[in-house]
């Protein structure tokens, strides 16, 4: 083994190996609990059966497995670490943003690579596999998002229970649907030493919804009031051009619709995670969506 370490919902080790570097993320002995689990299902379910089936650059599953009586869980993959960079090699703002721009545009591959198909002739109906499981079933999301709202009392209550009451009117202003990664955030991609285009990983939480959903998860969650001032419209720009050049091109009305939506399902969701894990980190997040929230109104 090259090294381990522990994670949030999951602990890491990187192994060189007769067979070359491999990585292997896992659930330690002891821990139980189903969300983290579920976790593991649904990327072990989706870099197996979903991630073939399009061209987004990520880090192939070489095995996997998964005990549900006893919530154990492993998955193996090659370990990029000496033939890629992460955000941290980025040493100036200049740098730093031409990264950020390179998250929004291989975000908008994954969208667009799932959001249609040409079988359809309309990229609002989704790509054919997302079925069952996959399925965007809005009405389900309305329901959860406004029976949160309605119970939650935390901080931003107001503006929890706003977006809760306006959910039903924003996702029908915002029909497009397809996978979203869930997580997005800058520690999420790989950029290889070769040039090569950039790697997505960490599928975790990857979900059926709105593109929006994910876009404003990277501006409104993942940057403060001052970062979104000064690399917003350009990680915008960067999105949006991105997913009109894979052939969805949404006019500047649809663009703002999906962005208002997405930008209520972070803060609802952000509020969730804030009463399960009332932590300083989190609570930053909510402060940085419930603004982005109040920049929209």
């Known amino acids: 083994m090259v090294e381990s370490w522990p994670g949030d919902g999951a602990n890491f080790a990187r192994y060189d190996t007769a067979h070359g570097p491999l990585f292997l993320k896992y659930l330690p ?76 545009r291989l975000l908008a591959h994954l969208h667009a690579a799932w959001a249609g198909h040409p079988a359809f002739g309309h990229p609002a109906l989704g790509h054919p596999a997302l079925r069952g499981d996959w399925a965007w079933r809005p009405d389900e999301v309305t329901q959860e998002g406004q029976e949160l709202a309605k119970r939650y009392t935390g901080p931003h209550a107001a503006e929890v229970g706003a977006a809760g009451e306006r959910l039903p009117a924003l996702l029908a202003a915002a029909p497009l ?58 990680v915008r720009g960067a ?26 399902l972070n803060l609802l969701a952000t509020a969730r995670q804030a009463g399960r894990e009332p932590g300083e980190g989190v609570r930053a997040a909510l402060d940085n969506v419930a603004q982005a929230w109040a920049e929209l109104a």
């Open 29 to 104: 002995a002891g821990e139980r609990t189903t969300r983290y689990f579920r976790r593991f299902q649904r990327e072990v379910t989706y870099l197996r059966d979903l991630a073939p089936l399009v061209d987004v650059p990520h880090a192939p599953l070489l095995h996997a497995a998964l005990n549900a009586e006893h919530r154990r869980a492993h998955l193996l993959t090659p370990d990029l670490t000496a033939t890629t960079w992460g955000w941290g090699h980025f040493g100036t703002d200049a740098e730093r943003e031409a990264g950020l721009h390179d998250v929004a």
């Open 177 to 234: 649907h397809t996978l979203t990664h869930g997580d997005i955030h800058s520690g999420q991609v790989l950029w290889p030493r070769d040039g090569s285009p950039p790697l997505l990983i960490d599928y975790g939480q990857v979900h059926p919804g709105l593109p929006g959903d994910d876009l404003a998860h990277l501006l409104a969650v993942r940057l403060n009031a001052g970062e979104r001032e000064r690399y917003g419209d350009g």
């Open 239 to 264: 999105y949006w051009d991105e997913l009109a050049r894979r052939g969805v091109r949404l006019s500047r009305a649809e663009q703002t619709a999906q962005e208002r939506a997405g930008v209520a």
